[in-house]
């Protein structure tokens, strides 16, 4: 059973920097593409970055170059270390594992930017 759990979420100021941890288990992590996507209220879920089997890495235009995508096999983990954070940046954030043509996401950890 495919089971992705977020964490790492919090309250900080314009400026900041901030890491996600997202934390796989019921498949071979390393093995397949896995993403970040965030959410705010009244709107689909938008692609953040994505990190694939060959540790290719692409992000969305709005973070690319303060965001960073990286995981750690054997703690079968993946990050966003999340820099330079912006107010347009708040959203809930989600992790999500595209595993042997099913797509599998976590309960999400809720990121605030703001003054």
């Known amino acids: 059973q495919v089971q992705l759990v977020e964490s790492g979420g919090g309250s900080v100021q314009p400026g900041d920097s901030l890491t996600l941890s997202c934390v796989g288990s019921?498949?071979?992590?390393?093995?397949?593409?896995m993403f970040w996507y965030r959410q705010v209220p009244g709107k689909g879920r938008e692609f953040v970055a994505e990190?694939?089997?060959?540790?290719?890495?692409r992000y969305a235009d709005s973070v690319n170059g303060r965001f960073v995508i990286s995981r750690d096999i054997d703690r079968k983990t993946m990050f966003l270390q999340m820099n330079n954070l912006k107010p347009d940046d708040t959203a809930v954030y989600y992790c999500?594992?595209?595993?042997?043509?099913?797509?599998?996401w976590g309960q999400g950890t809720q990121v605030t930017v703001s003054e």
């Open positions: 019921g498949f071979r992590f390393g093995h397949y593409i």
């Open positions: 999500r594992a595209y595993v042997d043509i099913q797509t599998y």
């Open positions: 990190i694939t089997s060959l540790d290719g890495t």
